[in-house]
């Protein structure tokens, strides 16, 4: 397992740790379960706003009750690592909930981030909660039109149309 991919307990001290060097914690969310250009053109942006980026992956439990019983189409433990082997992200940690604010209360980062497709009254608990210790919520705009729905729609479509 790539030594990214830590559990929320073992980041909790490395951020700690990070913090008293200095280090401006930066996170984000999301299921990230078909990675494409606009994934990673969002992950490089973020980092650019501190110094750590860590991102917070939903479960495959969390995204099938977010997103039906057909997702997520790859792995958590998979993702994970592609995640992981990503230049722009410094840390993965998994979790099991909805939302992660369990994790950010943990982790308690100067900054969390969501892509502009985030439904903002979604955002909002997060957001309060960041507040609560001096946090701050910020959406960024990937500039890429793609989006893991559409593809798969995509792929589905395209495949209906290949003869065998």
Excluded: C
Excluded at 115 to 136: A, H, M
Aim: charged share 35%.
């Amino acid at each position: 397992m790539n030594p990214k991919i830590k559990s929320q307990e073992e980041l909790e001290e490395i951020v700690n740790s990070l913090k008293k060097e200095g280090k401006k914690i930066v996170t984000t969310n999301g299921a990230f379960d078909i990675i494409h250009f606009s994934h990673v053109n969002l992950l490089r942006k973020i980092k650019e706003l501190g110094d750590v980026l860590v991102v917070l992956l939903n479960s495959d439990a969390s995204i099938k009750a977010n997103k039906g019983e057909d997702r997520p189409i790859i792995s958590e433990l998979e993702r994970a690592e592609m995640l992981a082997a990503l230049e722009s992200v410094d840390y993965v940690t998994i979790f099991k909930e909805d939302k992660p604010l369990k994790v950010l209360e943990l982790l308690k980062p100067e900054l969390h981030t969501k892509g502009y497709q985030g439904i903002p009254t979604r955002n909002k608990e997060e957001e309060t909660l960041l507040e609560s210790w001096g946090g701050k919520m910020e959406l960024i705009n990937s500039e890429g039109k793609h989006s893991t729905t559409d593809i798969i729609k995509k792929i589905l479509e395209t495949s209906k149309n290949e003869t065998v």
